[in-house]
């Protein structure tokens, strides 16, 4: 098992490369199994959901070799496919399901494991599958499978969710990709990373229409082509690092970012008190004098993500009076908090809302992740704590952020990872 052990208490400074999106990595690899000439796909970050979501493409049919960096794949197709996602490789990773509306799409058949819950909630997929039959798919569980069929083909549909969902969009709009006729699909979710699936599929031959509105028109095409398309940049990853300049209360400039892409997290940072400077295109330097408390609340694009939720969290426990932040999206996404409190932090949580009250330091103590983001949460808590954090289950981190520790590293930090 590895651990990270953080020296609190140093201000960082310096410059960081954002890696590509996680999040429009994994839909998009997902929807190359859509196409059977060669895909080559540049900025995909070195992250293990990213080599699960590999490991899954290659088992099902895809040839993935890496070329020139560990940044840049190719992909092409085997002859023989096996349209199965299996348990081991979904329960890891949610994402798994998203190779549902592909195979569906393409093969006519899916046998997808559920991805069952995981620790910020139950994280049910019934709006993917009530939408895929909607569309004309035969959809059952069978022994903790997704068990989908279509006789003829996908058919066109007026459809439009009742709730939001990432996922379920992407599962939608990849489908309908290759399903002769017009879907119109309202109430779609509009984040950053379907907006870059939505480019990868239209470079790749498919006619997909979006306006602003969450409405996607699609004129489903016989086939797509080969074509070479590059990853937009993380924004949680950036917005990540953005709290880590202020929690610590250094100067770090982030580079390679999607400045308009990260509006919703920078208007929240700025009310906390973050000055964001930017002297040229696609970067920005972050630094602040106080931290403010503030009251925010988790929407789907364009509101404050929920993947920022733990990292605004530990930032605004050293805030300079009472914040609350309203978690809307996921059930459980609190778990962080009780580990917080164990650095000092002072939180209530009632019903979806967590109460904050500003403190003047964490102090470093020893803790454990529960999912991606809280993980992050507590490394950033540890950045500014008096004394030693020892973060176990560092997994969870391994999961999103690639070279996390040398980025921090190189920017000051007195942190590493040790094998215990
Ligand atoms: C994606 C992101 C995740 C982010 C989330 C919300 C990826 C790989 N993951 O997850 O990092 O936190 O969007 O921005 O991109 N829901 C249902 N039924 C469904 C599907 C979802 O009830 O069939 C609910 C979920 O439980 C949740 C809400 O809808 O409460 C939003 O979930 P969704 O947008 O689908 O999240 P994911 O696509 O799983």
Request: glycine content about 8%; charged content about 25%.
């Given at each position: 098992?590895?651990?990270?052990?953080?020296?609190?208490?140093?201000?960082?400074?310096?410059?960081?490369?954002?890696?590509?999106?996680?999040?429009?990595?994994?839909?998009?690899?997902?929807?190359?199994?859509?196409?059977?000439?060669?895909?080559?796909?540049?900025?995909?970050?070195?992250?293990?959901?990213?080599?699960?979501?590999?490991?899954?493409?290659e088992s099902i049919g895809k040839?993935?070799?890496?070329?020139?960096?560990?940044?840049?794949?190719?992909?092409?197709?085997?002859?023989?496919?096996?349209?199965?996602?299996?348990?081991?490789?979904?329960?890891?990773?949610?994402?798994?399901?998203?190779?549902?509306?592909?195979?569906?799409?393409?093969?006519?058949?899916?046998?997808?494991?559920?991805?069952?819950?995981?620790?910020?909630?139950?994280?049910?997929?019934?709006?993917?599958?009530?939408?895929?039959?909607?569309?004309?798919?035969?959809?059952?569980?069978?022994?903790?499978?997704?068990?989908?069929?279509?006789?003829?083909?996908?058919?066109?549909?007026?459809?439009?969710?009742?709730?939001?969902?990432?996922?379920?969009?992407?599962?939608?709009?990849?489908?309908?990709?290759?399903?002769?006729?017009?879907?119109?699909?309202?109430?779609?979710?509009?984040?950053?990373?379907?907006?870059?699936?939505?480019?990868?599929?239209?470079?790749?031959?498919?006619?997909?229409?979006?306006?602003?509105?969450?409405?996607?028109?699609?004129?489903?095409?016989?086939?797509?082509?080969?074509?070479?398309?590059?990853?937009?940049?993380?924004?949680?990853?950036?917005?990540?690092?953005?709290?880590?300049?202020?929690?610590?209360?250094?100067?770090?400039?982030?580079?390679?970012?999607?400045?308009?892409?990260?509006?919703?997290?920078?208007?929240?940072?700025?009310?906390?008190?973050?000055?964001?400077?930017?002297?040229?295109?696609?970067?920005?330097?972050?630094?602040?004098?106080?931290?403010?408390?503030?009251?925010?609340?988790?929407?789907?694009?364009?509101?404050?993500?929920?993947?920022?939720?733990?990292?605004?969290?530990?930032?605004?426990?050293?805030?300079?009076?009472?914040?609350?932040?309203?978690?809307?999206?996921?059930?459980?996404?609190?778990?962080?908090?009780?580990?917080?409190?164990?650095?000092g932090a002072n939180i209530k949580?009632?019903?979806?809302?967590?109460?904050?009250?500003?403190?003047?330091?964490?102090?470093?103590?020893?803790?454990?992740?529960?999912?991606?983001?809280?993980?992050?949460?507590?490394?950033?808590?540890?950045?500014?704590?008096?004394?030693?954090?020892?973060?176990?289950?560092?997994?969870?981190?391994?999961?999103?952020?690639?070279?996390?520790?040398?980025?921090?590293?190189?920017?000051?930090?007195?942190?590493?990872?040790?094998?215990?």
């Amino acid at each position: 098992m590895k651990q990270l052990i953080i020296q609190g208490g140093k201000k960082l400074f310096g410059t960081i490369n954002i890696s590509g999106s996680k999040n429009a990595s994994l839909p998009i690899l997902a929807a190359t199994l859509l196409v059977d000439e060669k895909i080559t796909l540049k900025n995909i970050p070195d992250v293990k959901d990213i080599s699960t979501m590999i490991n899954l493409l290659e088992s099902i049919g895809k040839k993935i070799k890496f070329s020139n960096s560990r940044n840049q794949i190719v992909i092409t197709s085997k002859k023989n496919k096996k349209l199965i996602a299996p348990y081991n490789l979904v329960k890891t990773m949610r994402a798994g399901v998203l190779v549902l509306g592909p195979l569906l799409a393409k093969y006519g058949q899916a046998r997808v494991s559920l991805p069952g819950g995981c620790a910020i909630g139950s994280r049910p997929v019934d709006l993917h599958i009530e939408m895929l039959k909607k569309m004309g798919a035969k959809i059952k569980i069978d022994k903790g499978y997704i068990v989908a069929k279509v006789i003829k083909k996908l058919k066109p549909n007026k459809l439009k969710f009742e709730s939001i969902s990432v996922g379920a969009t992407e599962n939608l709009i990849m489908a309908a990709t290759l399903c002769k006729g017009k879907t119109t699909i309202k109430n779609i979710a509009i984040e950053p990373e379907i907006i870059d699936l939505i480019n990868f599929l239209n470079k790749s031959g498919a006619k997909i229409f979006f306006n602003s509105k969450r409405i996607i028109t699609i004129e489903g095409v016989e086939s797509l082509k080969g074509s070479t398309h590059s990853i937009i940049p993380d924004r949680i990853e950036a917005g990540t690092y953005a709290v880590a300049s202020l929690i610590s209360n250094g100067k770090i400039t982030l580079n390679r970012i999607d400045t308009k892409a990260m509006k919703n997290i920078f208007d929240v940072l700025k009310l906390s008190g973050a000055k964001l400077n930017s002297n040229k295109k696609n970067s920005v330097t972050v630094s602040r004098k106080k931290i403010k408390s503030l009251n925010a609340k988790t929407i789907p694009y364009p509101g404050f993500p929920t993947d920022m939720q733990a990292q605004l969290m530990s930032l605004l426990c050293l805030g300079n009076g009472k914040s609350i932040i309203k978690e809307d999206i996921f059930e459980n996404r609190f778990l962080h908090v009780s580990e917080l409190k164990r650095m000092g932090a002072n939180i209530k949580i009632k019903n979806k809302s967590a109460y904050i009250q500003g403190i003047k330091n964490f102090t470093g103590a020893e803790v454990m992740a529960t999912d991606l983001r809280a993980s992050v949460s507590l490394v950033l808590a540890g950045l500014a704590a008096k004394g030693i954090t020892i973060v176990n289950r560092i997994y969870h981190l391994e999961r999103g952020y690639e070279d996390l520790v040398k980025k921090l590293k190189k920017c000051g930090a007195s942190i590493i990872t040790k094998n215990v």
